[in-house]
C-alpha cells in the first residue's frame, strides 16, 4: 500500500539558487507526525512539502491526505479534485477543514476535524477494511495531558528544505483568545505533553539546533520550568514563541538561558495600547516594551517582534511610528503583517456581520494581503503603508543600527542572517506579480443578498451540517 502525505504551497518565504529551494520557516510537523502514526510495517510513505518539493501528480498512490491551512485551501483542493479524478481516495484535514469542513468535504472521501493523534490510526484501519468514513474526530483530553505522540518521522522529510529542520512540540493550543487568532478555534483547551516524551523527541535530534514551534510555549509556567530543567544537560541551542510577559519571571529566564534559548518570537501586535484592549491582548503593555527588550537582550536572547498593521485604531501615521518604535527598540528581527480574519475567529465573525471582509478567496489570506475594509484608511493606503513600513525598516541603515548596536553576542549570526533574509522579502515584495495588489475581489456586496452569505457561514462554522 502507498501512503501520500502533501502539504500544498502556503507561499512561505523561501531562498532560490537555481533548483535549490530552502524555506525559510521550520520544517512542520504535520506530515512526520501522521507518519508517526501510521504503523503498519507494509504501507509505502512519501511526504511532500510543496513550498520545498514538487508535488508528482502522477505518484501511484492508494491514498492521499492533504494537510490544509486557510492561505492554501484552494491549491489544496485542486490537488484532490486532481487525485480523486484519477480514482484515488482523498483525506483532508488541518486547521482550514476543522473550522470549514463542509467546505472541505466537497473534495475529499473523508475529512479529519480537530487532533488526528486518534483519528488518524482509527482512519487507517477503516480504509484498509473498505470501510471509510466521511467525517473523523476526536475528544480533546479533559486532563490537559496530550500522550502517546510518536516520534516524528523526519528521515522522510528533506533536512536541506528548511532553515530550521529539527522542528519539536511541548504544547499545544494557547490560555488567550486574541481576536484574530485561530488557535483557540483548533485548539481550544491547552494541552502539555509530558516533559519525558518532549526529551525523547530532543534526544532523538542528531542536531544542537531545535525550534519548538508551540504558539506559547510558557503559558503553564511550572511546566515550562519542568521542562528547560530536564533540557539543560542536553546541550542544545533553541528559539521558540512566547508572550512579552516571559519576563515578568526571572528564574524562568535564567532557565531559558541555561537550557539554551538564544531567540524568542513576540507578538508585539502594536504601539498603541488601546489597540491591545480592542484585539484581546490588553496583557501587552507598550509602555515596557523597552523593558521587555531590554530584559532578553541581557540575557542573551535575540527577538523576532511582530507588527500588525489594519487595526480599527491605525490610522496613516501607524506606518511611521511603528517603524520609529521599533528601531528605537532594537528589535533584532522585526516582522510585519496585515489584520487577517481568519475563518471561525472572533474578528471573521465581527468583520463579516459588518461586511467589511473584501475577499473570501482564501489565497489571499497570507497576511501580506489586505481582505478587510479598514476603519480609518482605504484598502491601498494599508497595503502601500505595509510595504513601505518592511522597506523602511530594512534599508541596510536601519539593520545594523538594530544588529550592531548591541555588540556581538554569541547569537549575532541568527540576526545577521535573518535581517538578509527580510530585505531579499522586501525585494519580492516590490518586484513580484503575487504582491502588486491588495487583493483579489470576491466581494459579498456584490451578491443578491448578503445577509444570506453571512447566514451560510456562520452555519458552516458552527458544523450544522458536517454530519448530514
Known amino acids: 500500500m502507498k501512503l501520500l502525505l502533501i502539504m500544498p504551497d502556503a507561499h512561505m518565504h523561501k531562498l532560490r539558487v537555481g533548483p535549490w529551494i530552502r524555506s525559510m520557516r521550520e520544517a512542520p510537523l504535520t506530515l512526520t507526525t501522521l507518519a508517526g502514526l501510521t504503523m503498519d510495517a507494509d504501507i509505502t510513505l512519501k511526504l511532500v512539502d510543496e513550498s520545498v518539493d514538487r508535488v508528482p501528480l502522477d505518484y501511484p498512490a492508494d491514498l492521499v491526505g492533504i494537510s490544509v491551512i486557510t492561505g492554501c485551501a484552494p491549491r489544496a483542493y485542486a490537488l484532490a ?52 468514513q466521511p467525517v473523523y474526530t476526536d475528544a480533546y483530553p479533559d486532563d490537559g495531558w496530550l500522550t502517546g505522540v510518536p516520534l516524528p518521522r523526519r528521515d522522510l522529510q528533506r533536512h536541506s528544505g528548511y532553515m530550521a529542520p529539527n522542528t519539536v512540540q511541548a504544547t499545544r493550543g494557547c490560555t488567550r483568545v486574541c481576536d484574530f487568532c485561530s488557535v483557540p478555534v483548533m485548539w481550544p483547551k491547552y494541552l502539555r505533553r509530558p516533559v519525558s516524551e518532549v526529551i525523547r523527541d530532543i534526544q532523538a535530534i542528531p542536531g544542537r539546533v531545535i525550534v519548538f514551534n508551540d504558539v506559547s510555549l510558557v503559558d503553564d509556567v511550572a511546566y515550562a520550568k519542568e521542562l528547560f530543567t530536564a533540557m539543560v544537560p542536553l546541550r542544545k541551542r533553541w528559539g521558540g514563541l512566547a508572550t512579552t510577559e516571559v519576563v515578568k519571571d526571572p528564574e524562568l529566564l535564567d532557565l531559558m538561558r541555561r537550557s539554551g534559548c538564544v531567540y524568542l518570537l513576540l507578538g508585539f501586535e502594536s504601539v498603541n495600547q488601546s489597540t491591545l484592549f480592542q484585539i484581546r491582548k490588553g496583557f ?20 523576532q517582534g511582530c507588527f500588525v498593521f489594519g487595526f480599527d485604531h491605525d490610522d496613516l501615521s501607524v506606518f511611521a511610528a511603528t517603524v520609529e518604535r521599533v528601531n528605537a527598540l532594537r528589535i533584532d528581527i522585526p516582522r510585519y503583517s496585515l489584520y487577517t480574519p481568519y475563518p471561525g475567529t472572533v474578528l471573521f465573525k465581527r468583520l463579516l456581520e459588518e461586511g467589511r471582509i473584501l475577499s473570501f478567496n482564501w489565497e489571499d489570506y497570507d497576511t501580506m494581503h489586505v481582505v478587510i475594509q479598514p476603519a480609518q484608511m482605504t484598502p491601498r493606503e494599508l497595503y502601500d503603508g505595509f510595504k513601505w513600513a518592511y522597506r523602511e525598516t530594512f534599508k541596510l541603515r536601519n539593520a545594523l543600527h538594530r544588529v550592531t548596536g548591541l555588540g ?9 542572517i535573518g535581517n538578509l533574509c527580510y530585505r531579499i ?16 475581489i470576491h466581494d459579498p456586496r456584490s451578491l443578491p443578498d448578503a445577509s444570506l452569505w453571512a447566514d451560510a457561514f456562520l452555519r458552516e462554522l458552527s458544523h450544522e451540517e458536517i454530519y448530514a
Not at 501587552?284 to 527577538?303: A, F, P, Q, R
Request: proline share 5%; net charge positive; no cysteine.
Open 81 to 132: 479534485d486532481h487525485f480523486r479524478g484519477r480514482g484515488i481516495p482523498v483525506v483532508l484535514g488541518g486547521v482550514h477543514v476543522s473550522v470549514l469542513p463542509g467546505e472541505a468535504k466537497q473534495h475529499a472521501d473523508a475529512v479529519v476535524i480537530g487532533m488526528a493523534e486518534r483519528s488518524w490510526p482509527r482512519l487507517m484501519t477503516d480504509f484498509r477494511a473498505g470501510n471509510l
Open 284 to 303: 501587552n503593555k507598550s509602555d515596557n516594551y523597552t523593558e521587555v527588550m531590554e530584559t532578553l537582550h541581557g540575557y542573551g536572547i535575540s527577538v
Open 408 to 416: 556581538l553576542r554569541p547569537n549575532a549570526a541568527i540576526n545577521y
Open 425 to 440: 522579502f522586501v525585494k519580492r515584495l516590490y518586484h513580484e506579480a503575487r504582491y502588486a495588489t491588495p487583493y483579489s
